[in-house]
């Protein structure tokens, strides 16, 4: 099976992805605008035993989510980047920064959530699913912001 390499600005820390991501999202939400520092994130959900430690010691933050959910961040101590996170509400998978692959020919997100909060200057695919908030519970990944 084929396998990505997502890594921080410095190096020091990366993760291996087996496969393909389980599902891709688009997150407009306030939260995710301060911890990217841009006016969106992409994460790239992968199965939890897709998803390798192969180098450095991440720190870790905790908050909620803007659906109420707790969610760990991990990021490099050296650099600060945020490289993946585990939502609560979605035990079994790992979100990857998607930025984190450096990889343009990357798929695309299928979904944006949070467009309550989008910036007014951005438009997105006329495909793309979107979402004011989350979208309702179901079998699907959702964005944890
Ligand atoms: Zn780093
Ligand atoms: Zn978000």
Redo the contacts with the bound molecule.
């Keep these: 099976m084929s396998s990505r390499t997502a890594r921080?600005?410095?190096?020091?820390?990366q993760i291996a992805c087996t496969g393909e991501p389980t599902k891709i999202s688009l997150c407009h939400c306030l939260e995710c605008q301060r911890r990217t520092g841009s006016v969106f994130s992409i994460a790239a959900f992968y199965e939890r035993g897709n998803v390798t430690l192969t180098q450095g010691n991440p720190k870790g933050f905790q908050r909620q989510s803007a659906s109420g959910f707790s969610v760990v961040f991990h990021f490099?101590g050296?650099?600060?980047?945020n490289l993946f996170w585990e939502p609560a509400r979605l035990p079994h998978l790992i979100g990857v920064a998607a930025g984190a692959f450096a990889e343009p020919t990357f798929p695309a997100p299928q979904q944006s959530v949070w467009s309550k909060d989008k910036h007014a200057w951005l438009n997105l695919p006329p495909a793309m699913k979107t979402f004011d908030v989350n979208p309702p519970a179901g079998p699907v990944a959702r964005d944890p912001g």
């Design positions: 921080c600005h410095c190096g020091q820390l490099c050296n650099c600060g980047s």
